[in-house]
């Protein structure tokens, strides 16, 4: 199992509008920071489709994600992810056309 850390900085623009006085990372940027980050570490994930995610707890300015990703040739890649012992979300990843756009 590969595992990632993910830090969203306090001064994210994100937190300025979702949601003011309580601020929270949405869950389609956490999915997409999480495509990005497999790529930088050689997971190809262009051309892939969210089977299926699920938002577990929230994440929030400075918080640090561990993203776990089990990856077995041929197979849907699992995600978790997690803040210290708390897991935030998970989601399973399916290939997709290797040319195609990436749908985060």
Do not use: Y
Not at 5 to 25: E, K, L, R, S, W
Not at 85 to 96: E, F, I, K, L, Q
Not at 99 to 104: I, L, T, Y
């Amino acid at each position: 199992m590969n595992e990632i850390a993910i830090t969203f900085a306090p001064d994210h623009p994100v937190f300025a509008g979702h949601f003011p006085g309580h601020p929270i990372v949405p869950g389609a940027l956490l999915l997409a920071e999480a495509l990005q980050a497999l790529d930088r570490a050689g997971i190809a994930t262009g051309g892939c489709e969210i089977a299926s995610a699920k938002f577990l707890s929230p994440v929030g300015p400075g918080d640090s994600v561990s993203l776990r990703c089990e990856s077995v040739p041929g197979k849907p890649l699992r995600l978790e992810m997690w803040v210290a012992d708390r897991r935030v979300a998970s989601a399973v990843v399916v290939p997709g056309n290797p040319g195609a756009e990436r749908v985060a």
